[in-house]
Nanobody
Framework: QVQLVESGGGLVQPGGSLRLSCAAS????????MGWYRQAPGKQRELVAT???????NYADPVKGRFTISRDNGKKTVYLQMNSLKSEDTAVYYCNAEWTSSNYWGQGTQVTVSS
């Protein structure tokens, strides 16, 4: 069993930056592929970025070059550095952990980009 707790969301102006954190509890964190997803009002949840247990990363086209996903297995934490934020990045951001048939979600953290 893995529990995920996101933090770091908030209100930021366009062009600003935020760093989201996702702290995991439980065993075998280093085995999990981790990801960030987001859901804007009235829209489906969508992939933002993923990082495998080997450190390979993948990004959705809208965030390439602006967002960076990373992980610290010693701290059981995955991060999402978000730069050059746009109003269209406004959403609830969710952390995801996946390993074999196990799949876990955090409760989400709100990111609002507005002047």
């Amino acid at each position: 069993q893995v529990q995920l707790v996101e933090s770091g969301g908030g209100l930021v102006q366009p062009g600003g930056s935020l760093r989201l954190s996702c702290a995991a509890s439980g065993r075998f964190f280093s085995f999990y592929d981790m990801g960030w997803y987001r859901q804007a009002p009235g829209k489906q949840r969508e992939l933002v970025a993923t990082i495998t247990n080997e450190g390979r990363t993948n990004y959705a086209d809208p965030v390439k070059g602006r967002f960076t996903i990373s992980r610290d297995n010693g701290k059981k934490t995955v991060y999402l550095q978000m730069n050059s934020l746009k109003s269209e990045d406004t959403a609830v951001y969710y952390c995801n952990a996946e390993w074999t048939s196990s799949n876990y979600w955090g409760q989400g953290t709100q990111v609002t980009v507005s002047s």
